[in-house]
């Protein structure tokens, strides 16, 4: 067995999925591709500020928000054109409006979303207040159910409705779409593969299940892909009752972990020879665009970043790959511009905004 690279300790009524294209398979995502296409980065803009250690982003209009941690807030909002601050929002503390462990969710309808996941907490901004610095979050109280596991992904969808992501010990699934006042319209999706050399039992299954969910601004669809590896699922929720209906899965270099005890507390570890995977990853107007790294976790643990960003359309389908000339660490789309919006660092180590425009 490789070394281990992480203890993970994150924890997380029927099944409604219409259809699934379901595609495991060994040998290389990239393969599935039938072209490649180069992009060169056009415009770079510096960001005028620390950003410290960045956990998620996100692109609104003309203003790029990223999730930063080791800093004095959990979100900072920059520019697109001149990468000057426009605000610091929900400082860290344990006030009204600040918070211990926020998480950045996709926006939905011209709003910004978090959660707050000590408070159990929902809140949004709309755009328009996103420069106000006395901003107040508007924040709805999560009811949880005790059978679910849930990890830090709640997202807003089309029907204002709720999507969940975790594990659900009793029925198997991972996914819960709510109404608005959080009662249970749909358990669904099975759990992710994984390999291991050891039993992974139900009661530990759950801490193997993490990943991101990204969704469109409409709420009409998302995807899910898994924290290392391949696992790559697709889909729609556009129809008229708008039950979610699995379109595509992709599974590829199915992430190997092992069971370990530390004191009596048993969890399970991740391989370091598993493969880095997605990176991040967003939807555009007709399209779904994941920027990917093919280094195992061993080989890329000081630079997690790619340049080759594979494309989608909104079913499923592999279309193509880009193939960027610089290295990106995160990206995400802009609908203004039509371009990819990636986060990187230039020669003289300053984060920089560097535009993609799409062919």
Same mark, same amino acid.
């Given at each position: 067995?490789?070394?281990?690279?992480?203890?993970?300790?994150?924890?997380?009524?029927?099944?409604?999925?219409?259809?699934?294209?379901?595609?495991?398979?060994?040998?290389?995502?990239?393969?599935?591709?039938?072209?490649?296409?180069?992009?060169?980065?056009?415009?770079?803009?510096?960001? &005028?500020?620390? +950003?410290? #250690? =960045?956990?998620?982003?996100? %692109?609104? /209009? *003309?203003?790029?928000?990223?999730?930063?941690?080791?800093?004095?807030h959990n979100f900072y909002a920059y520019s697109i054109n001149s990468g000057m601050l426009v605000n610091k929002f929900v400082a860290y503390g344990r006030s009204n409006n600040e918070?211990?462990?926020?998480?950045?969710?996709?926006?939905?309808?011209?709003?910004?979303?978090?959660?707050?996941?000590? &408070?159990?907490? +929902?809140? #949004? =901004?709309?755009?328009?207040? %996103?420069? /106000? *610095?006395s901003v107040i979050l508007n924040k709805i109280a999560i009811q949880k159910e005790s059978s679910f596991e849930y990890n830090s992904d709640v997202n807003m969808i089309?029907?204002?409705?709720?999507?969940?992501?975790?594990?659900?010990?009793?029925?198997?699934?991972?996914?819960?779409?709510?109404?608005?006042?959080?009662?249970?319209?749909?358990?669904?999706? &099975?759990?992710?593969?994984?390999?291991?050399?050891?039993?992974?039992?139900?009661?530990?299954?759950?801490?193997?299940?993490?990943?991101?969910?990204?969704?469109?601004?409409?709420?009409?669809?998302?995807?899910?892909?898994?924290?290392?590896?391949?696992?790559?699922?697709?889909?729609?929720?556009?129809?008229?009752?708008?039950?979610?209906?699995?379109?595509?899965?992709?599974?590829?270099?199915?992430?190997?972990?092992?069971?370990?005890?530390?004191?009596?507390?048993?969890?399970?570890?991740?391989?370091?020879?598993?493969?880095?995977?997605?990176?991040?990853?967003?939807?555009?107007?007709?399209?779904?665009?994941?920027?990917?790294?093919?280094?195992?976790?061993?080989?890329?643990?000081?630079?997690?970043?790619?340049?080759?960003?594979?494309?989608?359309?909104?079913?499923?389908?592999?279309?193509?790959?880009?193939?960027?000339?610089?290295?990106?660490?995160?990206?995400?789309?802009?609908?203004?511009?039509?371009?990819?919006?990636?986060?990187?660092?230039?020669?003289?180590?300053?984060?920089?905004?560097?535009?993609?425009?799409?062919?």
């Amino acid at each position: 067995m490789n070394t281990i690279r992480a203890l993970i300790l994150t924890s997380f009524i029927s099944v409604w999925v219409l259809s699934c294209a379901n595609r495991k398979t060994s040998g290389n995502i990239y393969d599935i591709f039938p072209q490649s296409i180069d992009l060169c980065a056009g415009r770079e803009v510096v960001v &005028k500020d620390y +950003l410290s #250690t =960045i956990g998620r982003m996100v %692109i609104m /209009d *003309s203003i790029v928000i990223v999730q930063s941690y080791n800093s004095t807030h959990n979100f900072y909002a920059y520019s697109i054109n001149s990468g000057m601050l426009v605000n610091k929002f929900v400082a860290y503390g344990r006030s009204n409006n600040e918070s211990l462990w926020a998480n950045m969710e996709n926006p939905y309808k011209d709003n910004f979303v978090m959660y707050d996941i000590n &408070k159990s907490a +929902l809140a #949004t =901004i709309p755009l328009a207040e %996103i420069s /106000d *610095s006395s901003v107040i979050l508007n924040k709805i109280a999560i009811q949880k159910e005790s059978s679910f596991e849930y990890n830090s992904d709640v997202n807003m969808i089309s029907g204002d409705r709720f999507l969940f992501k975790g594990y659900d010990i009793t029925k198997n699934t991972v996914f819960k779409i709510t109404d608005k006042n959080f009662n249970t319209l749909y358990d669904f999706g &099975k759990v992710d593969e994984v390999e291991s050399k050891d039993r992974i039992t139900p009661e530990l299954i759950h801490m193997t299940q993490r990943g991101n969910i990204v969704t469109g601004q409409d709420g009409m669809y998302f995807a899910y892909t898994s924290s290392c590896g391949d696992i790559i699922r697709f889909f729609d929720c556009s129809s008229v009752d708008n039950v979610p209906v699995e379109m595509a899965t992709y599974q590829y270099n199915i992430p190997k972990y092992t069971v370990v005890d530390r004191g009596g507390f048993k969890g399970v570890a991740m391989s370091e020879s598993n493969i880095v995977g997605v990176i991040s990853s967003a939807f555009g107007d007709n399209k779904f665009f994941m920027l990917h790294q093919s280094k195992t976790i061993s080989d890329d643990a000081l630079k997690r970043s790619g340049n080759t960003v594979l494309v989608f359309d909104l079913s499923g389908k592999p279309l193509y790959m880009y193939k960027l000339n610089k290295d990106v660490q995160f990206i995400s789309y802009s609908q203004k511009t039509n371009s990819l919006i990636g986060l990187s660092v230039n020669e003289n180590n300053k984060d920089v905004l560097i535009e993609f425009k799409l062919i």
